[in-house]
Nanobody, 124 residues
Framework: QVHVAETGGGLVQTGGSLNLSCIAS????????MGWFRQAPGKEREGVAC????????DYTGDVKGRFTIFQDAVQRTVYLQMTSLKPEDTAMYYC?????????????????WGQGTQVTVSS
């Protein structure tokens, strides 16, 4: 069983920064990718960023390009989302997932392992 856990959410003012972390507890992830997704109240979940386990491939949704950075530590089996210049519209529950391949930032069509989410709130 794979366990995925996110940490690092919180409350921040507009223009501030937050760093999210996601750790996957199981081994054998050399061929997997990890992605960040978010869901705001009343909205559908959307993809934010995706990274290959090697770190050589990354992709972002347009709204966060230049503001968010996804990177990984393969040894620690941890993926990070560094968020800067935060806006109130970034307020959402942020989820991490482990799955087979990045299709841009689309949700995985195949089976995936999801975390419970961490709340990010950006005040205006």
């Amino acid at each position: 069983q794979v366990h995925v856990a996110e940490t690092g959410g919180g409350l921040v003012q507009t223009g501030g920064s937050l760093n999210l972390s996601c750790i996957a507890s199981a081994s054998g992830f050399d061929d997997y990718v990890m992605g960040w997704f978010r869901q705001a109240p009343g909205k559908e979940r959307e993809g934010v960023a995706c990274i290959s386990w090697s770190g050589r491939y990354t992709d972002y949704t347009g709204d966060v390009k230049g503001r968010f950075t996804i990177f990984q530590d393969a040894v620690q089996r941890t993926v990070y989302l560094q968020m800067t210049s935060l806006k109130p519209e970034d307020t959402a529950m942020y989820y991490c997932a482990v799955y087979q391949y990045c299709n841009g930032v689309a949700e995985p069509a195949e089976s995936a392992y999801w975390g419970q989410g961490t709340q990010v709130t950006v005040s205006s």
